[in-house]
């Protein structure tokens, strides 16, 4: 038997540990560059300051219904999603799901401010029936964050839905599942594989939200821990205390994803069967669909409404910039090239980084397995302002050139975009059933071709979501090559940033509309490379009777 | 010769198994057994699937304990789940020959030929789901064949299928045995064990 | 979370730029509305390298804050001759970095509403912050602070938070400068009127005071001129309040460390000519350093003129600051 490329085990832990290894470093090596640089603060002066107190219970609080809440929404949706699996317009909506989160915030809040706030659309529709209702405070930071994390949390929950095996889901059919036993023999077992990484990575996301918290939030009794960080860095230059602060971001984050990640089952549920005809499921008829309809209506209203308006403002702007051509076209234009080339690459990495980590998390054993669901966690839970400021003042005598400055902005934007992309992989890298790995087993199918033939066919899919993840948050992330000196070549946010500062509101908000239109052409493009093809492939031989034993 | 001694296995908590037999070329040994009493763990150990808590397999002189499944001169087929499903038949197939798929003109035409054989020409693009069970089962044991192994582990290959792929089956083992080839079967059907088997090995 | 690996760039990437050329470099840190191509900085560079034979080179980061952070960060060994996008409320940290040298420029040129005879900090521009209201939501805005902190609770002002935004720490101490040691409750009182206090002044202007949320927002007074001058819109003004209004003045400053001080001494006396002057008011829409006579847009004529020039010594502040911070967060969590 001829040997297969890359089957020795070292293949599947090495990459990941090296990759887990450059993300603790770069950590550990920033933070402790800040606690050099300054004194120590004691911890337990730090908790008796009220303020902290206040801050840390806000953040927490906010968090937690935040959470919650994106969850219940996104759960209603991905169920309704999965009992509904063909309706028109039914591949738009997962767009636009995927399009809400990776939206730069200052382009969501604004859409979300023209609809639900003071002068928006529906408030003003709603005029009398919601006495009391005001988007700033509390409220505004439930809404924004349902809107960046319940669409997140409902396509990670379709996508686990989805990968129920067909021949269970006959089953189901055939017995008449319904409510509760059918969510006990289908949906829960699916669901509860994905659920704590969701719930980690949700929690962390509002936990660490900066920007939609002091938009939103009315004023500084909502203030979150990263506010402060951010606040101790940049205006307090007291770097020992933003490094302390980080630590206990960090700390509180991490160990929730100790917590829940590690409880997960990551074993796949039994061999798929692609089957000829749909299976519908029992729950679908009826009142259900009629309330199932009336939900992902609402929903879809939930996340059109804001794009639209984002929409409305964009147009006149956008087109301008088209129809009058010239300088702030050609600006435009480079601009995107710009935002592609680091993109791209981003992208790209973050996809590979997180099949590295995921590979280390299952084949690690107990000691280096844990490793991979806090690496894949840490870029979300460490403020970039402390890592950078660290690493600044290690690398402060030798900056590299403009080539290596590319590189590493696509590096950083790549490792920004792990947890997530980390998250859409893992639940179809872990699918893979014992019978199938078994077979694998016996057959030789070890290294290479074990990728080939097993999980490259099922990671297609998901490969091309989480590629577009990467790219997208790649591409929407506010900032970076302006920041490296010519302020002729911003990306596309860096545009927009530059354009906002300046008063040119318009143009801004031309730019917004045309970096949302780019967005949603990721992820329409690698949606349909990653669509799998209907029903079954056309068969050579229709004269044979197909019966099902 | 396959020489199976003092083979203990015990799952954690659970009930604890020994098994010893040995076996030739040409002999069938069906393991007999209700529901439970160890015959599927018997395949594993065998396969390599499982790891014993002692004892040994030797094949020819050769220790086959601590060897991965990949080495082992063996091929399993069972009651169900013996196909990737997400691959076409011929891909299936193929994989059994070489597990980087590149397969020479003769061993495509050995594919050809046993689809033919089984009843199943112009199947090779369907996928597995599109075949009935009887249908999974006959590529099934045809990829088992494919791969030329000195040992057949057969876990319930024949249970749940219609008389006439069982049948079809049936004489298709019964060909191996004649070849050379070693069979464990694992049944519960009484009639199988009697058409394959020459000794039985309770458990 | 966008926020993040900006700065992590700003850090990291500055010197990537830094191309060595024949002929003398002069770099200067800035920010980028001063550099964007809209701005004042492309054609400041052009004419400053006509008179100098030079290249001057802008390294581009986030903010004024971003530029002080990263002097200091660099300390000696920074590649900046000159920063330029300081101002009043940063300067005085900037002072006690050290990292900074006398510019030895002639001041005399200089028209700003303060006497300003500091031997670190060259001011460029200047401007007051005010509070910009809609005409179209309310055509009769508040006269004075004490009438906005009077005013009825359904009056909805944006501020920015002065613990990350220039304009939020310039409230903060014109809040101070008017009423004292009674600011805290002021503040207080008007609570009710805000409608939310934003991270910078982009994201309220845009999300909030654009899209019609408020009929106010904390800004310049020298906003409208943008407007009416570019926009061609009247439809956005500046509210004159009696009690006057506070200052701000941007700075740039010769870097210690610098190797080129000579020509950075240039830079910074061509900052007070005409040439570098006439670009100001409407690219980076604030108030020219030197009587620019003729010069001086129109618009500039139509905009509010404070009774008043509110100030505090930057070294007043740099040692309150904290305290007043804490006295607002105070005020405005209770």
């Known amino acids: ?549 | 010769m396959l020489d199976v001694r003092d083979l203990t296995f015990h799952y954690p908590g659970g009930a604890r198994w020994q098994f010893q037999f040995t076996l030739a070329p040409g002999e069938c040994l069906a393991v007999a057994g209700p529901s439970g009493s160890g015959k599927s763990t018997l395949m594993n150990l065998l396969a390599g699937f499982l790891t014993p808590d002692a004892g040994s397999i030797q094949w020819r002189g050769r220790e086959l304990v601590g060897t991965p499944p990949w080495a082992r001169p063996m091929t399993s087929v069972f009651q169900e789940h013996n196909l990737f499903e997400h691959l076409d038949v011929t891909t299936n197939l193929g994989l059994g020959m070489d597990p980087g798929l590149r397969l020479t003109a003769r061993q495509r035409q050995r594919i050809a030929d046993g689809l033919k054989a089984l009843g199943l020409e112009g199947f090779g693009q369907r996928m597995p789901g599109d075949l009935s069970g009887g249908q999974r089962q006959r590529v099934a044991v045809l990829r088992a064949l494919l791969r030329d192994q000195p040992i057949l582990l057969l876990d319930e290959p024949l249970t749940g299928l219609d008389p006439e792929a069982r049948a079809l089956l049936r004489d298709l083992l019964l060909a191996q045995k004649a070849e050379g080839r070693l069979l464990v079967l694992a049944s519960h059907d009484a009639e199988d064990r009697d058409v394959l088997a020459d000794r039985l090995l309770p458990v | 979370m966008r926020l993040r690996s900006l700065f992590l760039m700003a850090v990291l990437g500055a010197t990537a730029f830094a191309q060595a050329r024949a002929n003398e470099t002069l770099t200067v840190y800035t920010h980028p509305s001063f550099a964007a191509e809209w701005g004042p900085g492309p054609a400041v560079k052009a004419a400053f390298e006509q008179q100098c034979d030079c290249t001057l080179q802008y390294v581009v980061l986030d903010s004024g804050g971003d530029i002080l952070q990263r002097l200091r960060l660099e300390g000696a060994s920074s590649q900046a001759d000159v920063v330029l996008g300081l101002d009043t409320a940063t300067m005085e940290t900037a002072r006690q970095t050290g990292l900074l040298a006398p510019h030895q420029v002639s001041l005399a040129a200089l028209e700003l509403p303060v006497a300003w005879r500091d031997e670190l900090f060259v001011p460029y521009d200047w401007g007051y912050f005010a509070f910009v209201y809609d005409t179209e939501q309310l055509p009769n805005p508040p006269t004075s602070l004490d009438e906005l902190i009077g005013a009825p609770d359904d009056l909805k002002i944006i501020i920015q938070d002065p613990r990350t935004s220039t304009p939020g720490l310039g409230l903060l101490l014109w809040m101070r400068s008017v009423y004292g040691d009674q600011a805290g409750e002021k503040w207080q009182a008007l609570k009710s009127k805000i409608l939310t206090t934003t991270k910078s002044w982009s994201d309220g202007y845009f999300s909030l005071f654009m899209n019609g949320e408020a009929p106010m927002i904390l800004s310049y007074s020298t906003s409208p001129a943008y407007h009416m001058a570019i926009d061609k819109t009247d439809r956005y003004q500046a509210a004159a309040f009696e009690e006057g209004h506070y200052l701000q003045v941007e700075v740039a400053a010769l870097v210690a460390s610098s190797r080129h001080k000579a020509l950075a001494r240039r830079f910074l006396a061509f900052m007070l000519t005409p040439e570098f002057q006439r670009e100001i008011p409407l690219k980076n829409v604030m108030y020219p350093a030197i009587d620019l006579g003729d010069e001086l847009p129109d618009v500039f004529d139509r905009l509010i003129q404070p009774s008043q020039t509110l100030y505090l010594d930057p070294a007043t502040v740099a040692e309150h600051r904290k305290a007043w911070l804490e006295e607002w967060l105070e005020a405005m969590s209770r």
């Open chain 1, 1 to 549: 038997m001829p040997q297969a490329p890359f089957r020795h085990p070292a293949w599947l832990i090495g990459p990941g540990l090296a990759a887990a290894g450059i993300l603790l470093v770069m950590t550990v090596a920033g933070l402790a560059a800040l606690f050099w640089q300054a004194p120590l603060p004691a911890l337990a002066e730090l908790w008796q300051q009220p303020y902290l107190r206040r801050v840390l219970t806000f953040t927490l609080w906010q968090a937690t219904l935040s959470t919650l809440l994106s969850l219940a929404v996104g759960l209603a949706v991905a169920m309704a999603l999965a009992r509904r699996a063909v309706f028109p317009g039914r591949g738009l909506l997962l767009r636009l799901m995927e399009l809400s989160l990776v939206l730069p915030t200052i382009v969501a809040v604004s859409g979300l401010i023209g609809v639900f706030g003071r002068q928006g659309w529906l408030t003003r529709l709603a005029d009398g029936w919601l006495p009391g209702w005001n988007l700033y405070g509390l409220g505004g930071i439930l809404l924004a964050h349902v809107f960046f994390n319940a669409p997140l949390a409902g396509r990670l929950l379709l996508q686990a839905l989805e990968s129920v095996p067909a021949p269970r889901r006959r089953i189901a059919s055939q017995l008449g599942l319904r409510g509760r036993w059918l969510w006990l023999a289908l949906d829960w077992p699916a669901i509860r594989r994905v659920l704590p990484g969701i719930t980690a990575l949700v929690f962390t996301l509002c936990f660490t939200s900066f920007a939609i918290i002091m938009t939103l939030g009315g004023g500084p009794a909502s203030t979150t821990l990263e506010v402060a960080i951010y606040q101790s860095l940049r205006f307090e230059f007291d770097f020992g205390r933003a490094a302390l602060l980080a630590v206990v971001q960090l700390a509180l984050c991490g160990l929730l994803w100790l917590l829940l990640v590690r409880r997960a089952p990551t074993r796949g549920l039994a061999p798929d069967r692609r089957l000829p005809e749909p299976i519908r499921r029992p729950d679908q008829g009826g009142l259900r669909a009629l309330r199932d309809r009336a939900l992902l209506l609402v929903f879809s209203l939930f996340l059109v409404m804001p794009l639209a308006a984002v929409l409305i403002r964009g147009l006149p702007g956008l087109t301008g910039m088209f129809l009058q051509g010239g300088a702030p076209l050609a600006t435009l234009w480079h601009a995107t090239l710009r935002s592609f080339a680091i993109a791209l690459p981003a992208g790209l990495m973050s996809v590979l980084a997180a099949l590295c980590l995921l590979a280390l998390g299952n084949r690690g054993g107990r000691y280096l397995a844990p490793l991979s669901p806090l690496t894949t966690a840490i870029p979300l839970m460490v403020p970039p302002i402390v890592l950078g400021t660290g690493l600044f003042l290690l690398l402060r005598p030798s900056l590299g050139d403009a080539a290596q400055g590319m590189a590493l902005v696509a590096l950083i934007n790549g490792l920004m975009a792990l947890p997530f992309v980390a998250q859409l992989l893992r639940g179809p890298l872990n699918s893979l059933d014992a019978a199938s790995l078994r077979q694998a087993d016996q057959l030789g199918l070890l290294g290479w071709y074990r990728w080939r033939w097993l999980y490259w066919p099922k990671l297609k899919q998901p490969l091309a979501l989480a590629l577009a993840y990467g790219i997208a948050l790649s591409l929407g992330d506010f900032g970076v090559i302006a920041l490296f000196g010519a302020p002729q070549e911003p990306t596309l946010p860096v545009l927009l940033f530059q354009q906002l500062g300046s008063y040119r509101t318009e143009q801004a908000s031309g730019t917004a509309l045309w970096l949302g239109l780019m967005l949603l052409l990721v992820f329409l493009s690698l949606g349909r490379l990653g669509q799998p093809k209907a029903g079954r492939p056309a068969t050579t031989l229709s004269t044979t009777r197909v019966h099902h034993a």
